[in-house]
């Protein structure tokens, strides 16, 4: 295991009683070390997530597009999602670092390969989701089969392809603290020291643990929202 | 940054590894199979009760909802550290914060199962005079196999491919070569990464056949096969 740059490691000699104490959360430190250790590392986090879910979320797409009507593919590729989906985070990481280095990048092909696997069975599953005498009654207006697509599909997809998305996000977020393995990346960065020091430096590893839990409820709550937004009718009965 | 270029000679030289040292890889993954067994089962056992009774009383659908998601929104690096501070380094910390892990799945899925079966099914049942426990057991519990079971795979894999994180908090296993690059170099991290997932294939491969052969034979076929995630979040 390496770590990249100079660690910020909690100073034990000096700071308030509570922090040399290692008591249960010190708020004192919460505060001094925003700026240098948890806001930049939330940044990080927020980034390491979006380029994964946003990458994920076209390339799913557009196999989804391409499979819709292929059911036997379909099936062929949720069972290699499947298996996909087993590749350990931390083993994956490790073995793309020879290829690409500490990097970014060795972080995000992970990342954007689970978002993915995620969402690509959702999408299929939405596209789906329009009932056959709605398809008929589409047809019976004088619909084109891309006209069907982009008016009745699409539309009738959302629900589904939001659900996706949160499970996308939620996961990548969870998934990205195990990039502070490859060095300082992420919230889980200031747990994985926090954790080496001979006593685990307790208020790092609940507030940057409290900080990932947060973001990801919060955007999961994001697309709840943006979902009652685009889609008013599923509003009755559902979460 | 230790090596930039694409590099194919760490490989050759991870598969060296691999073989020159088997004893000490199949004693690390023994000792990470041992983790992994032991938090699944206590995750079973709450679990499992507890998802299928609520199933069957068609009650707690938010619980199952929110278990999924909190199962998910909670990382493994942030549990292990939690639990470590609480219950100190070694094997019970990264047992427990890895079966918290392998509840949300098993729950969720044992609860929609039991509870998606089909309302006129358990009333002809009951009309054939069933008492509960046999429609439980005879009706229930039969047609809600393959989503069950897909939980129970879906929290077994987890739990195998997280527990070398668990490394970092004592836990052992092949995690504690892919953490000690200090002593094992890039070569031995990446074996050791290699064999994790062959480890994890491997288990879900297991399992799945488990599952197959589990599933009452007229509902195998297409419903075993979808590996899709929990639908529930989707309506």
Same mark, same amino acid.
């Given at each position: 295991?390496?770590?990249?740059?100079?660690?910020? %490691?909690?100073?034990?000699?000096?700071?308030?009683?509570?922090?040399?104490?290692?008591?249960?959360?010190?708020?004192?430190?919460?505060?001094?070390?925003?700026?240098?250790?948890?806001?930049? /590392?939330?940044?990080?986090?927020?980034?390491?997530?979006?380029?994964?879910?946003?990458?994920?979320?076209?390339?799913?797409?557009?196999?989804?597009?391409?499979?819709?009507?292929?059911?036997?593919?379909?099936?062929?590729?949720?069972?290699?999602?499947?298996?996909?989906?087993?590749?350990?985070?931390?083993? %994956?990481?490790?073995?793309?670092?020879?290829?690409?280095?500490?990097?970014?990048?060795?972080?995000?092909?992970?990342?954007?390969?689970?978002?993915?696997?995620?969402?690509?069975?959702?999408?299929?599953?939405?596209?789906?989701?329009?009932?056959?005498?709605?398809?008929?009654?589409?047809?019976?207006?004088?619909?084109?089969? /891309?006209?069907?697509?982009?008016?009745?599909?699409?539309?009738?997809?959302?629900?589904?392809?939001?659900?996706?998305?949160?499970?996308?996000?939620?996961?990548?977020?969870?998934?990205?603290?195990?990039?502070?393995?490859?060095?300082?990346?992420?919230?889980?960065?200031? %747990?994985?020291?926090?954790?080496?020091?001979?006593?685990?430096?307790?208020?790092? %590893?609940?507030?940057?643990?409290?900080?990932?839990?947060?973001?990801?409820?919060?955007?999961?709550?994001?697309?709840?929202?943006?979902? /009652?937004?685009?889609?008013?009718?599923?509003?009755?009965?559902?979460? | 940054?230790?090596?930039?270029?694409?590099?194919?000679?760490?490989?050759?030289?991870?598969?060296?590894?691999?073989?020159?040292?088997?004893?000490?890889?199949?004693?690390?993954?023994?000792?990470?199979?041992?983790?992994?067994?032991?938090?699944?089962?206590?995750?079973?056992?709450?679990?499992?009760?507890?998802?299928?009774?609520?199933?069957?009383?068609?009650?707690?659908?938010?619980?199952?909802?929110?278990?999924?998601?909190?199962?998910?929104?909670?990382?493994?690096?942030?549990?292990?550290?939690?639990?470590?501070?609480?219950?100190?380094?070694?094997?019970?910390?990264?047992?427990?914060?890895?079966?918290?892990?392998?509840?949300?799945?098993?729950?969720?899925?044992?609860?929609?199962?039991?509870?998606?079966?089909?309302?006129?099914?358990?009333?002809?049942?009951?009309?054939?005079?069933?008492?509960?426990?046999?429609?439980?057991?005879?009706?229930?519990?039969?047609?809600?196999?393959?989503?069950?079971?897909?939980?129970?795979?879906?929290?077994?894999?987890?739990?195998?491919?997280?527990?070398?994180?668990?490394?970092?908090?004592?836990?052992?296993?092949?995690?504690?070569?892919?953490?000690?690059?200090?002593?094992?170099?890039?070569?031995?991290?990446?074996?050791?990464?290699?064999?994790?997932?062959?480890?994890?294939?491997?288990?879900?491969?297991?399992?799945?056949?488990?599952?197959?052969?589990?599933?009452?034979?007229?509902?195998?076929?297409?419903?075993?096969?979808?590996?899709?995630?929990?639908?529930?979040?989707?309506?």
């Amino acid at each position: 295991m390496t770590v990249a740059g100079g660690p910020v %490691i909690p100073n034990f000699g000096k700071g308030s009683p509570c922090v040399t104490g290692n008591h249960a959360f010190c708020w004192g430190w919460v505060r001094e070390h925003w700026g240098d250790t948890l806001q930049p /590392r939330l940044v990080e986090h927020v980034e390491l997530t979006l380029i994964a879910v946003g990458i994920g979320f076209a390339i799913a797409f557009a196999l989804a597009l391409l499979t819709h009507r292929v059911r036997r593919v379909e099936h062929l590729i949720g069972l290699g999602a499947a298996l996909l989906y087993t590749i350990p985070s931390l083993a %994956i990481f490790q073995i793309l670092v020879p290829f690409f280095g500490l990097t970014t990048t060795t972080v995000e092909i992970p990342l954007v390969g689970y978002s993915l696997v995620i969402l690509y069975p959702n999408i299929v599953a939405g596209l789906r989701a329009a009932p056959p005498d709605v398809l008929e009654a589409a047809r019976a207006m004088g619909f084109r089969r /891309r006209q069907v697509l982009a008016r009745v599909e699409l539309p009738l997809a959302v629900p589904a392809i939001i659900g996706g998305l949160r499970i996308a996000v939620v996961s990548t977020v969870s998934i990205a603290t195990i990039a502070a393995f490859l060095g300082e990346k992420g919230l889980g960065y200031p %747990i994985l020291l926090a954790l080496k020091e001979p006593t685990p430096f307790r208020t790092e %590893i609940y507030s940057a643990g409290l900080l990932v839990v947060a973001l990801a409820l919060t955007c999961d709550a994001i697309l709840v929202l943006l979902r /009652r937004a685009l889609v008013p009718w599923t509003r009755v009965g559902n979460t | 940054m230790i090596c930039d270029a694409a590099n194919a000679h760490t490989f050759v030289e991870a598969l060296r590894f691999i073989g020159d040292h088997p004893g000490v890889l199949a004693t690390k993954a023994l000792e990470q199979l041992e983790l992994s067994g032991a938090a699944l089962g206590i995750a079973l056992a709450v679990a499992l009760p507890l998802g299928v009774a609520l199933g069957h009383f068609h009650k707690g659908s938010g619980l199952a909802i929110g278990a999924s998601i909190f199962g998910r929104a909670l990382p493994s690096l942030v549990l292990i550290g939690v639990f470590l501070t609480v219950l100190g380094i070694g094997f019970v910390n990264n047992m427990l914060a890895l079966a918290v892990l392998a509840t949300g799945p098993v729950l969720t899925n044992a609860f929609d199962g039991v509870d998606g079966v089909d309302r006129d099914v358990v009333e002809a049942a009951r009309g054939m005079g069933m008492a509960r426990v046999q429609i439980l057991r005879r009706v229930e519990l039969p047609l809600a196999t393959p989503l069950l079971f897909t939980g129970i795979r879906v929290a077994a894999v987890t739990v195998v491919a997280t527990a070398p994180v668990a490394a970092i908090a004592g836990g052992g296993g092949l995690g504690d070569i892919i953490v000690n690059q200090a002593s094992y170099r890039l070569e031995g991290v990446i074996g050791a990464s290699l064999c994790v997932m062959a480890l994890s294939a491997g288990v879900w491969l297991v399992l799945l056949g488990v599952q197959v052969a589990a599933t009452p034979k007229p509902l195998r076929g297409a419903r075993v096969m979808e590996i899709v995630e929990p639908r529930k979040e989707m309506a």
